[in-house]
C-alpha cells in the first residue's frame, strides 16, 4: 500500500505535488535492487549473461515496538565466562527497564536494557604469575618453539622459519606460511599456577604480501594442555574485490569453523560493501548469545526506525549490506539467519535508508554509476581517511581540524603554534610565522624532538631547508634522518614532512600553504592554532590556559611565542 497528499496548481497542472506518507525506507526497502559485485561476470551467470544473484525484494510485515515480543524483555540475563587459566572470570548482566524510566536516551532506543560488565576472581584461583613475551624479527620462530617445548619435552630449537611443533599440516588450506616465512610476530603468554605446573598461549602472525593472493594466518595454541586446543586463521586477498578469512578452532583446529567475506560492489548504482559470515558448528556458548541478541535485536532495529521485512534466509548465514548514497548517508540491509542457530521466528531482514553518518565518508559521488566500484585497497585508504584530520592555512584562511574556519592576518616576524602534541611532553612542535606581507610568505619549523626543520622561502620563492642548522641541497632530497623517523621529499611546488612514529602523517609547505595531516593517535591530543582535534567545534578558540578566546584574532594571539616580537 502506498498512501500520498496530493496538491496542484490550477494554473499550472504540471506543478502538482506529491507527498509520500508512509515511511520512504520501507517502501524503499521493499524494491531493493541487487547487490552487483564486481566480480559477477567470472563467477556465474545465467544463458541470458545476468548474474545470477539472491534477489532482495522481500515481503513487508508491519511491526511496532509494541508488538508481542517486546511484552517480554523484563527479564534480566547473567552469563559468566569463566578463564581459570587467567584466574578470572566475566560476567555481564543484562536487566531490561521501560521507556518510562530511561526517557530519550540513545543508549535505551540501541539496545533497550542497562548492563554491567564485572571482572571477578576465578572459583578456584590456582594462579602465581603471568609473564608475557612478545618477540619480532627472525628469531620469532625459535622463541615459539622454545615456549613450547618448556611446556612438553625438550627439543632441538628448530631454525628461523619454522612453524609452531604441532600446528604444521593443521590448516586445509593449500599453503602453510610457517613453512616459508617467520612469523611478523610471537607472543607467549605464560601462566605458572601455585600446584607448579606451566600453562598459557602460544600465538603467531604470518603474512606473505609479494604474492598474487596477499595472504596472512594467525596460529595460535595452549600450552600445558593435552586436548590439543588451537586456533587457525587464514585470511586471503582473492581479487582486488573480494577477501576470504576462514577461522577453525578446537581440537586441531577441527572443532568450529566460521568463513567470513567482504565484498565491494554496488547497490543500485552506489557504491557498496558486503559483508557475510557462514558458519559449520559454533560452541554452545555462541548459540546462547546468538539467542539472547534475537530477544533485543527486533525490538531495538524497531525502535531505531529501521524497516523489518519478513524474509526466508539462508540458515547459519549472517549478511549485512553498506551502500554509501552520499558522503554523509548510507543504507543498510541486515540479513538474519534461521532455524538452529537463532529462534524461529527471527527469519527477518532489517533495512533502513538515508542512515545519517557523524563523519563526510570521502568516496568520489561523481564516479560513473555504470562504472567499476571501489577495490579493496581504496575502500581501506578511504576508511583510514576517515580516522586522519588535517589543518589548511592559506594567505588569511584557517581551518582546524574540527573543520571550523576564521580569517587572522599574522603579524610578521614571529612564530604562532599552529598544532603540537599537548597530552604528554611534546614529540613534536608546529610554528609558522610570515615573512613578507606583500608577497604573503611564511616560513615554517618543526621541533620533532630535540631536532629542529626549517623551510624558508626566499624572495623568488625558491624553498630552502634546514636540519639543525643545517642546509639540505635540493639534490639530497628526499631527505631522512639518521634514526628514520623524520622524512622530507618534494611534492609539487613544496615540500612534505612526515613523522608517522609520532602521529604527523603530513606536513606540506609551499611558502603560501600550510596542510598539516595528524593519524588518528591524535585524537583529542593536539593544540595550537589548529585546534584540539577532538570534534568540538563550540570551543574551538581554546587558549594555552584552557581558556576560551572571544575572537579569532584574540585566540591566535595566545598562541604567539612569547619570546618573539612582532612588527
Request: aromatic share 8%; with cysteine; glycine share 6%.
Amino acid at each position: 500500500t502506498e498512501a500520498f497528499s496530493v496538491t496542484r496548481n490550477t494554473e499550472d497542472p504540471n506543478l502538482d505535488k506529491q507527498i509520500q506518507l508512509l515511511a520512504e525506507s520501507a517502501l524503499n526497502c521493499a524494491s531493493k535492487p541487487r547487490f552487483r559485485p564486481e566480480a559477477m561476470h567470472s563467477e556465474g551467470t545465467d544463458s541470458a549473461g545476468n548474474a545470477v544473484l539472491s534477489d532482495e525484494v522481500m515481503s513487508m510485515k508491519t511491526v511496532t515496538p509494541s508488538d508481542e515480543r517486546s511484552q517480554n524483555l523484563s527479564a534480566g540475563h547473567i552469563t559468566c565466562i569463566e578463564a581459570p587459566t587467567f584466574g578470572f572470570r566475566v560476567c555481564l548482566e543484562m536487566q531490561s527497564e521501560s521507556d518510562a524510566k530511561l526517557g530519550d536516551m540513545l543508549l535505551s532506543k540501541v539496545v533497550g536494557f542497562n548492563f554491567v560488565i564485572s571482572f571477578k576472581p576465578a572459583q578456584n584461583p590456582v594462579l602465581e604469575n603471568i609473564e608475557v613475551e612478545i618477540q619480532t624479527g627472525p628469531r620469532s620462530a625459535a622463541k615459539i618453539i622454545q615456549m613450547t617445548t618448556t611446556a612438553e619435552k625438550p627439543m632441538t630449537t628448530h631454525p628461523k622459519g619454522r612453524v609452531l611443533r604441532g600446528l604444521r599440516g593443521v590448516l586445509t588450506t593449500d599453503k602453510n606460511l610457517g613453512d616459508s616465512f617467520p612469523p611478523l610476530f610471537a607472543i607467549v603468554c605464560r601462566i605458572r599456577g601455585s600446584d607448579g605446573n606451566l600453562r598459557g598461549y602460544e600465538l603467531a602472525l604470518y603474512a606473505d604480501a609479494t604474492a598474487s593472493k596477499p595472504r596472512a594466518q594467525i596460529l595460535a595454541m595452549e600450552l600445558g594442555s593435552m586436548e590439543n586446543w588451537k586456533v587457525c586463521v587464514d585470511a586471503e586477498k582473492q581479487n582486488e574485490y573480494k577477501a576470504l578469512m576462514v577461522m577453525r578452532w578446537g581440537k586441531d583446529c577441527q572443532d568450529y569453523k566460521i568463513t567470513m567475506e567482504g565484498i565491494t560492489g554496488r547497490l543500485a548504482t552506489n557504491p557498496a560493501l558486503k559483508f557475510k559470515a557462514k558458519w559449520e558448528r559454533v560452541p554452545s556458548t555462541m548459540n546462547h548469545a546468538g539467542k539472547v541478541l534475537a530477544l533485543y535485536l527486533p525490538w531495538a532495529a524497531v525502535t531505531l526506525g529501521f524497516t523489518e521485512l519478513v524474509h526466508r534466509n539462508p540458515s547459519k548465514q549472517l549478511s549485512l549490506y553498506l551502500a554509501a548514497t552520499s558522503p554523509r548517508t548510507l543504507d543498510m540491509i541486515l540479513k538474519t539467519p534461521e532455524a538452529d542457530f537463532w529462534v524461529l521466528w527471527f527469519q527477518i531482514t532489517f533495512c533502513k535508508t538515508t542512515v545519517p553518518l557523524p563523519f563526510a565518508v570521502p568516496f568520489d559521488d561523481t564516479q560513473s554509476p555504470s562504472g567499476p566500484p571501489l577495490t579493496l585497497t581504496e575502500t581501506l585508504s578511504m576508511l583510514a581517511d576517515l580516522y586522519r584530520s588535517e589543518c589548511i592555512a592559506e594567505g588569511v584562511s584557517f581551518t582546524t581540524f574540527d573543520g571550523v574556519q576564521y580569517r587572522y592576518e599574522m603579524p610578521r616576524g614571529c612564530f604562532h603554534v599552529l598544532a603540537q602534541n599537548c597530552i604528554s611532553s611534546p614529540r613534536f612542535i608546529i610554528l609558522m610565522k610570515a615573512v613578507s606581507r606583500s608577497a604573503s610568505l611564511q616560513a615554517l619549523k618543526a621541533h620533532i624532538n630535540d631536532n629542529v626543520i626549517e623551510i624558508i622561502p626566499s624572495a623568488s620563492g625558491e624553498l630552502r631547508l634546514m636540519y639543525n642548522n643545517h642546509e639540505v641541497p635540493p639534490r639530497n632530497l628526499p631527505f631522512t634522518d639518521t634514526h628514520g623517523e623524520v622524512v622530507v621529499k618534494r611534492e609539487g611546488q613544496g615540500l612534505v614532512l612526515s613523522v608517522e612514529r609520532y602521529g604527523l602523517d603530513r606536513v606540506y609547505f609551499s611558502g603560501r600553504r600550510m596542510e598539516l595531516r595528524v593519524g588518528s593517535a591524535m585524537r583529542g591530543r593536539t593544540c595550537g592554532m589548529c585546534g584540539r582535534n577532538d570534534g568540538e567545534t563550540n570551543l574551538a578558540f581554546r587558549t594555552p590556559d584552557e581558556g576560551l578566546a572571544k575572537s579569532a584574532a584574540g585566540f591566535a594571539h595566545s598562541w604567539l611565542l612569547n619570546l618573539d616580537s612582532c612588527k
